[in-house]
């Protein structure tokens, strides 16, 4: 069975740069996120992981109004900012114990990273000029740091997908509203480590905010935000604070 689904992980990867979806270090890195999961959680676990995977390419794929132009193809950066926090807590059940706990943060990882996902790619194409929590006014679409009621809705719905198949598929359906809030607050602490510590970058040349090291063929410039403490780092963060807030709830309760 596990030869079986290394297979299948290797299809994907190897399918989804094809399709331009993942660059080659792109599709390295989902190998190894999926085979890890594949190895501890068997194809319950590869099925929570491509739920993430597949409504997020379709997302993509779909016509946006951004305030610039993102990558197509996913990086490796970006895949493991999504899915590594959940690949090395999946690798921590195997080489630990497989509990309850661990399954309960394995899930929440990919619902925050659903969730997060969903209401950025969301609100870009339905929600609006979002309203930027910091700056305190409306801002351009796909701004990080920025929400809209929209967005946030698909927040919720992008928690509550992957809260509902992992709980059916790894918890017999148990701990399934932890996981969605747990999940959900994931997203909302990536919206605002985006605003306040994210760095945002000035492109010289044409005078565009961007989150971009190179702009129109230029270096761009720090003027906001933690130096180093990019997009990618973001979304890592958000995949670590879900696990911890169920971390949390479970020992409360």
Same mark, same amino acid.
């Given at each position: ?7 299948? @992980? @290797?299809?994907? +990867? ?16 989902? &190998?190894?996120?999926? +085979? ?27 016509? +946006? ?13 970006? @895949? ?65 740091? +920025? ?17 509902? &198949? ?62 180093? &403490? ?24």
């Amino acid at each position: 069975m596990v030869v079986l689904l290394l297979i299948a @992980v @290797v299809l994907i +990867a190897y399918l989804a740069y094809r399709h331009q979806t993942l660059t080659v270090g792109g599709a390295w890195t989902a &190998f190894l996120v999926g +085979a890890g999961i594949a190895v501890s959680f068997s194809y319950e676990g590869l099925i929570i992981l491509a739920l993430f995977f597949i409504g997020s390419t379709i997302f993509g794929r779909l016509p +946006a109004r951004t305030f610039e132009r993102e990558q197509e193809m996913r990086t490796a950066g970006q @895949v493991f900012a999504n899915g590594g926090v959940a690949a090395l807590l999946a690798i921590s059940a195997l080489l630990f114990a497989d509990d309850e706990l661990v399954r309960m943060m394995f899930i929440s990882s990919l619902a925050a990273a659903n969730s997060d996902t969903w209401a950025t790619e969301g609100g870009k194409r339905w929600g609006g000029r979002p309203y930027h929590i910091r700056m305190n006014n409306r801002t351009a679409t796909g701004r990080s740091g +920025a929400i809209s009621p929209i967005g946030t809705l698909f927040a919720f719905l992008g928690s509550g997908l992957i809260a509902i &198949f992992g709980s059916l598929l790894l918890l017999n359906g148990d701990w399934m509203v932890l996981i969605l809030i747990a999940g959900f607050a994931g997203a909302i602490a990536d919206t605002v480590m985006g605003a306040y510590l994210q760095e945002e970058r000035l492109c010289g040349y044409c005078n565009t905010l961007t989150e971009e090291k190179s702009h129109c063929g230029h270096n761009t410039r720090i003027i906001r935000g933690v130096p180093g &403490f990019d997009n990618n780092k973001v979304n890592t963060a958000c995949t670590i604070v879900s696990p911890i807030v169920v971390l949390i709830i479970f020992l409360l309760v």
